[in-house]
């Protein structure tokens, strides 16, 4: 059975990092990609970023290009997302998802929507807050 648990979120001042892991199990990663999504309070979710897990090709959101990094270690099946210069308008529930490489960028772009993700996550709190 295919699955994603999220790890790492928590209370951080604006500046800040946090570090989220997303541990997979379960999967075939020919040729599949796993990527991140937030909800904010009140808000829709929204693509954050997204990684092939062979190719290990990127995708970032412009509201976060620059201060985001994934990644991924394929021998522990986990995808992290490093987010720097932390902003209280990155606060949102942080969620992982995982699909095939064209669905999850057409979901990330808001082409299709992203209910129609294979497999997702719980969801990771962050909280960006003086």
């Known amino acids: 059975q295919e699955q994603l648990v999220e790890s790492g979120g928590g209370l951080v001042q604006p500046g800040g990092s946090l570090r989220l892991s997303c541990a997979a199990s379960?999967?075939?990663?020919?040729?599949?990609?796993i990527g991140w999504f937030r909800q904010a309070p009140g808000k829709e979710r929204e693509g954050v970023s997204y990684?092939?897990?062979?190719?290990?090709?990127?995708y970032y959101s412009d509201s976060v290009k620059g201060r985001f990094t994934i990644s991924r270690d394929n021998a522990e099946n986990t995808v992290y997302l490093q987010m720097d210069s932390l902003k209280p308008e990155d606060t949102a529930v942080y969620y992982c998802?995982?699909?095939?490489?064209?669905?999850?960028?057409?979901?990330?772009?808001?082409?299709?929507?992203?209910?129609?993700?294979?497999?997702w996550g719980h969801g990771t709190l962050v909280t960006v807050s003086s």
């Open positions: 998802a995982a699909d095939r490489i064209s669905t999850l960028l057409a979901a990330m772009k808001g082409v299709i929507s992203d209910r129609s993700l294979k497999v």
């Open positions: 379960g999967f075939t990663f020919d040729r599949s990609a």
């Open positions: 990684i092939s897990m062979r190719e290990g090709s990127t």
